[in-house]
């Protein structure tokens, strides 16, 4: 099993980046897909998740209106598409793969389990 995510990198404020997943070893289409990301000094969040047919998805309110979660099933890929990004989003971001549906969300205050992770990309936003 693997998940790959790519697309990573440096930008200025107010740029864009586009994300992929790649998932390998799994029955993707089967798994809801969650993008969580990991700040300096913060704890991991949920930041955006879909359904595993695609037609519900879910954002953090810190990002809703300017970044948006898609996927391909032929593909096997996710995507998280970003734009008008701040400082505040710099992080690790990480793809993460579940078959139940508490993935679309935080569970109260908490990361919902999930059954796969990839290793992770750094996204950096310069002031």
């Known amino acids: 099993v693997q998940l790959t995510e790519s697309g990573g990198g440096a930008v200025q404020d107010g740029g864009s980046l586009r994300l992929s997943c790649v998932a390998s070893?799994?029955?993707?289409?089967?798994?809801?897909m969650t993008w969580v990301r990991h700040s300096p000094g913060k704890e991991r969040e949920f930041v955006a998740a879909?359904?595993?047919?695609?037609?519900?998805?879910n954002y953090a309110d810190s990002v809703k209106g300017r970044f948006t979660i898609s996927r391909d099933n032929a593909k096997s890929t996710v995507y998280l598409q970003m734009n008008s990004l701040k400082s505040d989003d710099t992080g690790v971001y990480y793809c993460a793969a579940a078959l139940s549906a508490l993935a679309m969300g935080m569970v109260s205050t908490r990361l919902p389990e999930f059954d796969y992770w990839g290793q992770g990309t750094q996204v950096t936003v310069a002031p």
């Open positions: 070893g799994f029955t993707f289409s089967s798994y809801y």
């Open positions: 879909i359904s595993w047919s695609g037609d519900k998805t």
